[in-house]
């Protein structure tokens, strides 16, 4: 969006919430990265908005994933998804000192019946390492991928119409 912007490594522990409701789980995750995140700033950047965001995937079987844990995990979560819809949320939130303002996207992603070896090819690929729900729709997992009802940014990581609206109602922009 043009946005000159600093990245800050907050230190919130998502695995601190306990939420089975994936858009409570969402919520209370960036919450508590944007809490983290705004404590983090120096004296003079304390004016700057703040800007979070979470993706997490929820599974037809109705679990909250987020990155898998290793190969097996991401093989689990494909096998699931094959043939199968899932959601996909993500929450933004910007705050500045004087107002702060949250919007949760849910994006449905529906994949094609896979092959035990197109789940092992891409599992073997690392396309889908550190990717909520152990793919990536921008990249080779979109061949698999046969309709998505929403969103494709919220997929990808950042819902950019969401971001835009927020930073319009804050008059950021």
């Given at each position: 969006?043009?946005?000159?912007?600093?990245?800050?490594?907050?230190?919130?522990?998502?695995?601190?919430v306990n939420e089975t409701d994936p858009v409570m789980c969402s919520k209370l995750i960036v919450e508590g990265k944007n809490k983290s995140a705004r404590a983090l700033l120096s004296t003079t950047d304390k004016s700057f908005p703040v800007l979070t965001a979470d993706t997490l995937v929820f599974t037809p079987s109705r679990k909250i994933v987020g990155k898998p844990e290793n190969h097996e995990h991401s093989r689990e979560l494909l096998r699931e998804f094959s043939g199968?819809?899932?959601?996909?949320?993500?929450?933004?939130?910007?705050?500045?000192?004087?107002?702060?303002m949250l919007k949760t996207c849910e994006?449905?992603?529906?994949?094609?019946?896979?092959?035990?070896?197109?789940i092992e090819e891409y599992v073997l690929s690392e396309e889908g390492v550190g990717k909520a729900g152990a793919y990536g729709i921008h990249g080779p997992a979109g061949k698999y991928i046969t309709n998505i009802e929403g969103s494709y940014t919220n997929v990808v990581g950042l819902p950019v119409h969401e971001t835009y609206e927020i930073l319009k109602e804050l008059n950021i922009l």
């Open positions: 969006m043009g946005i000159n912007h600093k990245v800050i490594d907050q230190k919130f522990d998502e695995d601190s199968a819809t899932h959601s996909v949320f993500s929450t933004v939130m910007i705050s500045t000192t004087e107002q702060s994006t449905k992603v529906s994949f094609k019946n896979m092959t035990k070896e197109e």
